[in-house]
């Protein structure tokens, strides 16, 4: 049997050789959007041309099951069992995207076509979340190679093709496999790094809130001219109702909507020194959000209200009207400190007392719950010494992401720890144009991936205990 270090380079040689770049550009090439129907078939090659054959290679067996949401994508579902009595280790991706937006696309880029330029590798899912459950298969395939085809532990993957839709199916597909996906730890990579130079580890994730807020007054607009003045203006109470629940630097002013006392000690110790930074053209403003907490404890460790969209009138083709409508899709990103199912009683109340009773409430509904794992986890400690070992840095533990991951569901019902170890930044602009890996990440992606499937195979985990 090879060494620890014979795994990591060997790992290591994949990126530098070209062998992840060129499964990368076959996976990006499979336009596998679950936001556009037309794109089933592709949807569904994914799992069944792309990722079957390769798991199966590397000696698991593999199921694809349909999913019992008719609007969900199919979950594919693979064991590798060396022996039942050996700790087990869940891993997760998804190989569905956001839609592709190709005419937004900077001139030379496609979507579906890789193009590494420097550092920069371009393509839709490179970040989001093909190239990162890529890099961890293909590292285990390095470790599975050192160790002679016998890892000392067993692993299964679910690979979900609906998560760019909300995780559809998702929840109920795991509460009715809970034997079959039964494991010790959940370690996948989704999401960003605090910044591109430091190695993560997220235990959780912010959930997501969605609500619309609606001033509808009349069935129709009326003249501009006959009635402006002495009619309401949706628009105007709306932004007027939207600026008493922030104020002009982005402070909630509902504050119910907020952790109570603060952010925990726990979350502001795990925080401590986080240096949080965009890698890109966008870094935080520092005057935006909550006084007196910093950058990390705001997305990480606060709950944030975002306005994605609104509307009154025709603003591409604006006439001579008072709108009869104005409306508002809002987003609250939250920790687990906040129950959701406060948030439109809370908000209905600060409404009426500010004076906006005509302002709605409606389409109000959880889209990603929140997640947290300790981060003094036995399995976080275990995670975090093994990519220490392997990169020669420290590992920054966050108590959860700032953006949204079913890491719930697995709690919940399969009582998981959970450790995400993201292989991106948050300048690899997911979800909108131009797309990108970032080179030195993944490639160290590989050595973190390689050294901690080394070291679950050493008989010092927590479940080994």
């Not at 420097?118 to 599975?144: C, P, T």
């Not at 008072?322 to 199912?341: L, M, T, W």
């Amino acid at each position: 049997m090879g060494s620890r270090e014979e795994a990591v380079a060997q790992a290591i040689a994949c990126f530098d050789q070209g062998q992840f770049q060129q499964k990368l550009a076959e996976l990006v090439n499979i336009p596998s959007t679950s936001q556009d129907a037309g794109y089933a078939a592709d949807v569904a090659r994914y799992v069944q041309g792309a990722i079957r054959p390769w798991l199966e290679q590397m000696g698991f067996s593999v199921e694809i099951y349909e999913n019992s949401n008719p609007a969900g994508g199919p979950i594919l579902v693979a064991s590798r069992i060396e022996d039942p009595a050996l700790p087990t280790v869940l891993t997760y991706g998804h190989g569905d995207t956001v839609r592709g937006l190709d005419e937004q696309w900077r001139e030379g880029l496609s979507p579906w076509v890789l193009k590494p330029e420097g550092a920069l590798w371009y393509g839709r899912g490179s970040a989001d979340n093909k190239g990162q459950h890529a890099i961890n298969l293909m590292a285990l395939e390095a470790v599975l190679a050192a160790r002679r085809g016998r890892l000392g532990y067993n692993v299964k993957m679910l690979l979900e093709m609906s998560e760019e839709r909300g995780s559809l199916g998702l929840r109920e597909f795991v509460a009715a496999h809970r034997e079959l996906l039964a494991a010790d730890v959940l370690l996948a990579s989704d999401g960003p790094r605090v910044a591109p130079e430091t190695p993560t580890i997220a235990t959780g994730t912010r959930g997501t809130f969605h609500f619309d807020l609606v001033v509808s007054l009349r069935p129709g607009a009326v003249h501009s001219g006959h009635w402006g003045g002495l009619i309401a203006d949706p628009a105007l109470i709306l932004a007027q109702a939207l600026a008493s629940i922030c104020d002009r630097k982005g402070r909630i002013l509902v504050r119910d909507w907020l952790p109570p006392g603060g952010v925990p000690a726990s979350v502001k110790q795990a925080l401590e020194g986080c240096v949080v930074g965009g890698g890109g053209e966008i870094e935080p403003d520092p005057d935006w959000g909550e006084p007196g907490l910093t950058a990390a404890e705001k997305i990480y460790g606060w709950n944030g209200f975002i306005v994605l969209a609104m509307i009154s009138g025709r603003p591409e083709n604006p006439v001579n009207a008072v709108a009869g409508e104005a409306r508002a899709h809002c987003q609250i990103r939250y920790v687990v400190d906040v129950p959701p199912e406060t948030f439109v009683p809370v908000l209905r109340r600060h409404l009426d007392a500010a004076g906006f009773p005509d302002v709605a409430i409606e389409k109000a509904a959880v889209r990603l719950a929140a997640s947290r794992t300790d981060p003094a986890n036995p399995w976080v400690r275990f995670a975090a010494a093994s990519m220490e070992k392997s990169l020669g840095k420290k590992i920054q533990v966050i108590p959860n992401a700032s953006g949204g991951l079913p890491g719930d569901i697995f709690m919940d019902h399969l009582g998981v720890p959970l450790v995400w170890v993201p292989h991106s930044y948050n300048g690899c602009k997911q979800h909108g144009p131009d797309e990108h890996l970032l080179a030195p990440i993944a490639r160290e992606g590989f050595a973190a991936f390689a050294g901690l499937w080394w070291d679950l195979g050493e008989g010092n985990t927590p479940a080994s205990r």
